[in-house]
């Protein structure tokens, strides 16, 4: 997979191949490059179209990130049931002594 | 182990005539509370592998989180005990990566708006005061853990594969983390350690975990950087990993800083990455380099409100708060009458709070050490474990030390109950009954074992008349032997007396 910088510069902001190629890696998505010239432009336009936003005079209106005006939504500290182990090691795509089954982790040490 | 090379190391007063280091911690505390942090999950240490996992902490789809309330109030609490601010508005946010302990490709954590910041921690090292800055606490949750499957046993090299247990993915965490501590030159590998222990001391206080380095409910990454004397400018620093025990936490800073100023001698760069600490060689060797922070891709955590912890709630919370370590260690040392270096023999050897209880259940504070530091010390040596784990109780000690204050046993008898009661046998008073410890009175029994003691040697008999005085001193210890040292031997040099003379 090339990763070489070719500026695709639309509208602001700017997305280009690059980026595109460190998202996909971030994600673990295997991208062709065909794909990150069309990705790139169709998240460009995402981009763009969310970019309208920054137009609106909302100066003195805090960033919002929950549409619904709660705070301090809490549980009490109880323990209750999980659920039994073979429901959750069913949903597994592998499993072994009883634990979840992965394949080997490369290049950390834990 | 095979990854560590050995490397080239400056000695470490060495290190110092040229390098002042600068370290920094980052802690993490596993709450002690009941459930998960956003589930109702049991947290129970050692359960059978993943028996206490549910939707949310698996991170199944449509699951939603809710904020565990008591590991919300443990972190405000952690907060003011460290002199922090708490923030009237924080908010979790999620930390995007892969990894196989994290079941949801996330940690839900804190990002820009922790629960709690700018707090300090003062800690004592050889007679000075180290004032060190705490950048924030805030509130995240655990990861699962990995069983690494082939290849050396648990170790990822050479591992086929790997098996993963998430009963603690979900569990509260707390990150504690310092600003740079510069300045403790020579001291910085104690301070260190220094922090770490009073850090945990607190949280022990608070009651908010267990904080057992070696069950992980309290782990330590140690930073550290040097610069060259004089410069403005701090170094490039490493961060050392698997640091699991308050010695190894001096130990990685001395290792790095006797490596580091290597590396710099030699005209090289500190390359900024992760290390891991082995305990066995007391080395670091270098693990991955870490993902740029703004690859984590932090947003806030939409599928939870934010806290907005207001004046009443953390007034509350700050006037429950126990007394604090720093300050029951003064006040005890003022109450016992203690030389500074005395109260850091009894912190050291982890007796304070035993001594304490002790004194509590009626000793004197004077017979309470003693006993801690003495016969008990030597028993928890021997048997190598921590004081407070022998199989007795403060209540108990303060027992024997009333039997031998009121003369029914001597400090040996005292010492043969303690071996009944380490055995499980009962409470001191019952031992002694049990084994017939009690020091013999002017019975028929010690009479008797005073005249066989005289007949049995009419030449000690002699000496002591013609003068000899010090001579009696082999009668009493025939007595003693006959009566196994449950006589008084007061009580048996007089009765002797009164018999030769």
């Known amino acids: 997979m090339s990763t070489e910088s070719t500026p695709d510069r639309g509208a602001t902001p700017a997305l280009g191949r690059q980026d595109i190629a460190h998202l996909a890696r971030l994600a673990r998505l295997a991208v062709t490059d065909e794909e990150l010239d069309r990705f790139a432009g169709q998240l460009g336009a995402v981009l763009d179209a969310v970019a309208q936003v920054q137009r609106a005079d909302a100066g003195d209106v805090a960033p919002t990130t929950h549409a619904v005006p709660l705070t301090n939504v809490l549980r009490p500290d109880v323990a209750t049931p999980s659920l039994p182990r073979d429901v959750v090691l069913a949903g597994a795509p592998a499993a072994e002594d009883d634990r979840f089954r992965v394949p080997r982790i490369l290049g950390e040490e834990e | ?501």
């Open chain 2, 1 to 501: 182990m095979s990854e560590t090379r050995s490397e080239t190391l400056v000695e470490f007063d060495d290190v110092l005539t040229r390098y002042e280091p600068v370290i920094g911690l980052e802690t993490h505390v596993e709450l002690g509370t009941e459930s998960k942090m956003f589930c109702g999950c049991a947290t129970t240490f050692g359960a059978e592998p993943n028996t206490q996992t549910c939707p949310v902490c698996l991170g199944l789809p449509g699951s939603l989180p809710v904020a565990n309330a008591a590991a919300v109030e443990s972190t405000i609490r952690i907060g003011l005990a460290l002199g922090c601010r708490i923030a009237s508005w924080s908010r979790f946010a999620r930390k995007n990566y892969f990894y196989p302990d994290i079941p949801k490709g996330f940690q839900t954590s804190q990002y820009d708006e922790p629960l709690c910041t700018a707090g300090h921690l003062d800690v004592e090292v050889d007679g000075e005061t180290y004032r060190v800055e705490i950048e924030r606490v805030h509130l995240e949750e655990d990861t699962g853990k990995n069983l690494h499957v082939g290849g050396a046993t648990g170790r990822i090299h050479g591992a086929d594969h790997s098996l993963v247990d998430f009963n603690r993915a979900g569990i509260p965490l707390v990150e504690i983390v310092t600003r740079p501590v510069a300045g403790a030159g020579a001291k910085a590998p104690e301070v260190a350690r220094a922090y770490v222990t009073e850090l945990r001391e607190i949280i022990q206080a608070l009651g908010a975990s267990d904080v057992r380095m070696e069950q992980g409910s309290l782990r330590c990454d140690v930073n550290t950087s040097l610069a060259p004397i004089g410069s403005l400018e701090w170094g490039t620093r490493t961060e050392t990993k698997n640091v699991n025990s308050l010695r190894s936490v001096e130990r990685s800073v001395r290792y790095e800083m006797r490596r580091q100023a290597a590396v710099l001698d030699a005209g090289g760069r500190v390359v900024q990455e992760t290390r891991h600490f082995h305990e066995d060689t007391g080395s670091t060797s270098s693990g991955r380099s870490k993902e740029e922070a703004t690859d984590y891709r932090y947003f806030p955590e939409p599928d939870l409100v934010p806290l907005a912890p207001d004046a009443e709630w953390i007034e509350k919370l700050a006037a429950g708060l126990p007394e604090l370590p720093a300050a029951r260690r003064r006040r005890l040392q003022e109450e016992w009458g203690l030389s500074a270096t005395e109260l850091t023999w009894l912190v050291n050897a982890g007796a304070l709070g035993l001594v304490e209880q002790t004194v509590a259940a009626g000793a004197t504070p004077a017979d309470a050490r003693k006993w801690w530091l003495g016969e008990l010390a030597r028993r928890a040596n021997d048997a190598g474990v921590e004081l407070a784990d022998l199989a007795v109780t403060p209540a108990q000690v303060a027992e024997l030390t009333a039997l031998v204050a009121e003369g029914t046993i001597n400090d040996k008898l005292a010492r043969q109950a303690l071996d009944g009661v380490l055995a499980g046998e009962g409470d001191p008073r019952a031992v002694v009954e049990a084994r017939g410890l009690a020091v013999m009175g002017e019975s028929d029994e010690l009479v008797a074992a005073v005249e066989a003691a005289i007949a049995g040697a009419p030449d000690v008999v002699e000496k002591v008349r013609g003068g000899k005085v010090q001579a009696l001193g082999a009668l009493v210890g025939a007595v003693m032997k006959t009566t196994r040292g449950q006589a008084d031997a007061a009580t048996v040099r007089r009765m002797l007396e009164e018999r030769v003379r």
